[in-house]
């Protein structure tokens, strides 16, 4: 709805990372953001002392997760930016975890959300990153006048 001045809300306009694919993406950081919230807090609370860099690793992503939802929700230039350093960070997260977890896998006795590169979440955790990203840079393109203009 917009504001007495006409103007949109932030991540709702015609074109925001939150519209159009980008309600998707909201959508699926905002599941992941659950799933693997509680699976850390369960984690965490019932079974630290088994795996605790898996257990460590599993909250960080689901604040990482939390912050991209966030970003991506809310639009425009700092939410743009915000979801940009999330996103960034959560694909450099899969990658060296997913490579460590395959390389030394007696380093995570018990899996993260990240281990594998995401097997046990059907590698969305690889995914997800990356389509965030790409649809992060169409948008930044979108808001960006042309040189012309």
Excluded: N
């Excluded at 709805?1 to 306009?13: E, F, I, K, N, V």
């Excluded at 605790?52 to 960080?60: D, E, F, N």
């Amino acid at each position: 709805m917009p504001d007495p001045a006409g103007r949109q809300p932030s991540g709702t306009a015609p074109g925001g990372t939150a519209a159009g694919p980008g309600r998707v993406l909201v959508a699926v950081y905002a599941v992941f953001a659950l799933a693997a919230g509680a699976r850390a807090t369960v984690q965490l609370a019932t079974r630290f002392g088994e795996a605790p860099v898996a257990y460590l690793l599993s909250a960080l992503a689901a604040a990482v997760y939390v912050v991209a939802t966030v970003g991506l929700a809310r639009g425009g230039r700092g939410g743009r930016r915000t979801a940009v350093v999330a996103c960034s960070v959560e694909l450099a997260g899969v990658l060296v975890v997913g490579a460590l977890s395959v390389l030394d896998p007696a380093a995570f006795p018990d899996e993260t959300v990240w281990s594998a590169f995401g097997r046990g979440y059907g590698y969305v955790p690889l995914v997800l990153p990356v389509l965030g990203l790409l649809w992060l840079r169409r948008q930044g393109r979108a808001v960006r006048p042309s040189p012309g203009a």
